[in-house]
C-alpha cells in the first residue's frame, strides 16, 4: 500500500520561505510522476507543480512560477517543494500526489494523495 505523508508546513511571514517534503512508502517510488497540489479556504483545488519520475521534467502552475521549485530525491521516495517571496495568497493546505499516468496538471489523473499540509502567511 502507498502511503504519502507531507511535512514542513507550518506559519511564515510573507516575504519568507518554507520547505515541505513528502515521504513516499512503498515500491516504485522512482516511476511514479509527482506532483503538489493546494487548496485555499473557499477555493478550487489548483495545480501548484509536478515532476517527472527521473526529475529530468518539471512544470509549475502559474501561481508558483518563479517562486516554487519542485525537486525529488529517489533515493530518499521523498519530493520536496521549495516555496520563497511567500504571500498571504499562499496560505493553504498542501497536498502531495504520486502516480503512474503521465505527467499531469489534473488532479484526477493522481492515484496517491497524501493527508494535506498547512501553510499559512501572514501579512
Known amino acids: 500500500q502507498v502511503q504519502l505523508v507531507e511535512s514542513g508546513g507550518g506559519l511564515v511571514q510573507a516575504g519568507g520561505s518554507l520547505r515541505l517534503s513528502c515521504v513516499v512508502s512503498?515500491?516504485?517510488?522512482?516511476?511514479?510522476?509527482m506532483g503538489w497540489f493546494r487548496r485555499a479556504p473557499g477555493k478550487e483545488r489548483e495545480f501548484v507543480a509536478n515532476i517527472a519520475p527521473r526529475g529530468f521534467g518539471t512544470s509549475n502552475g502559474d501561481s508558483a512560477k518563479g517562486r516554487f521549485t519542485i525537486s525529488r530525491d529517489n533515493n530518499k521516495n521523498t519530493v520536496y517543494l521549495q516555496m520563497n517571496s511567500l504571500t498571504p495568497e499562499d496560505t493553504a493546505v498542501y497536498y502531495c500526489?504520486?502516480?503512474?499516468?503521465?505527467?499531469?496538471?489534473?488532479?484526477?489523473?493522481?492515484?496517491?494523495w497524501g493527508r494535506g499540509i498547512q501553510v499559512t502567511v501572514s501579512s
Open positions: 512503498g515500491r516504485d517510488f522512482s516511476s511514479y510522476y
Open positions: 500526489a504520486g502516480g503512474t499516468r503521465g505527467w499531469s496538471s489534473v488532479a484526477e489523473d493522481y492515484d496517491h
